[in-house]
T-cell receptor
Framework: GESVGLHLPTLSVQEGDNSIINCAYSNSASDYFIWYKQESGKGPQFIIDIRSNMDKRQGQRVTVLLNKTVKHLSLQIAATQPGDSAVYFC???????????FGKGTMLLVSP | GAVVSQHPSWVICKSGTSVKIECRSLDFQATTMFWYRQFPKQSLMLMAT?????????EQGVEKDKFLINHASLTLSTLTVTSAHPEDSSFYIC????????????FGPGTRLLVL
């Protein structure tokens, strides 16, 4: 299930399940979005990106969905594995700006 | 491809000393590098943006005289925390982006700073 911790929402799933991590972004002018995975004590790792002219993009075991109407982004991970346990951040890039704005992050815990 | 390194990976220093952190893009030229700070269980906070050969742009609330940034080449940026204090203890992460103005940032592994 999903719960809200002191700072970080947490999603707990069983190995083999599909995981869906959600993100509400703030700027309707954002036209580029990225999902990052951050393991404990490490820097964020690029997973997948999507531009605003698309509503779905698939990678290996991951799919990103973009709903611009409600400013919502989701990351779907198929057949979740223990190695997927990490904090996942969405990031948005407003059009005309060079910087990324990061969401608060979701911790994914995968039980064997 | 798109590998970014940071050095050191961790550092412990005494209060009042200065600490330099290096960020390198290993296999691409980084026209822009970014420095972030991250507290435990929190998101990344952008501190500053640096473009090669020009002065860094600092985010609101970040003291430019305390966090000195130099981006002398297309593969190297440095962050110097001057006169560090315990409240500067944090996880500092750099990222680098090549080419286009809006594009993927690739992150370094981070530097853990502990100021005693």
């Amino acid at each position: 299930g999903e719960s809200v911790g002191l700072h970080l929402p947490t999603l707990s799933v069983q190995e083999g399940d599909n995981s869906i991590i959600n993100c509400a972004y703030s700027n309707s002018a954002s036209d580029y979005f990225i999902w990052y995975k951050q393991e404990s004590g490490k820097g964020p790792q690029f997973i997948i990106d999507i531009r605003s002219n698309m509503d779905k993009r698939q990678g290996q075991r991951v799919t990103v969905l973009l709903n611009k109407t409600v400013k919502h982004l989701s990351l779907q991970i198929a057949a979740t594995q223990p190695g997927d346990s990490a904090v996942y951040f969405c990031a948005e890039n407003p059009r005309g700006y060079s910087t990324l704005t990061f969401g608060k992050g979701t911790m994914l815990l995968v039980s064997p | 491809g798109a590998v970014v390194s940071q050095h050191p990976s961790w550092v412990i220093c005494k209060s009042g000393t200065s600490v330099k952190i290096e960020c390198r893009s290993l296999d691409f030229q980084a026209t822009t590098m970014f420095w972030y700070r991250q507290f435990p269980k929190q998101s990344l906070m952008l501190m500053a943006t640096s473009n090669e050969g020009s002065k860094a742009t600092y985010e609101q609330g970040v003291e430019k005289d305390k966090f000195l940034i130099n981006h002398a080449s297309l593969t190297l940026s440095t962050l110097t925390v001057t006169s560090a204090h315990p409240e500067d203890s944090s996880f500092y992460i750099c990222s680098a982006r090549g080419g286009r103005a809006t594009g993927t940032q690739y992150f370094g592994p981070g530097t853990r700073l502990l100021v005693l």
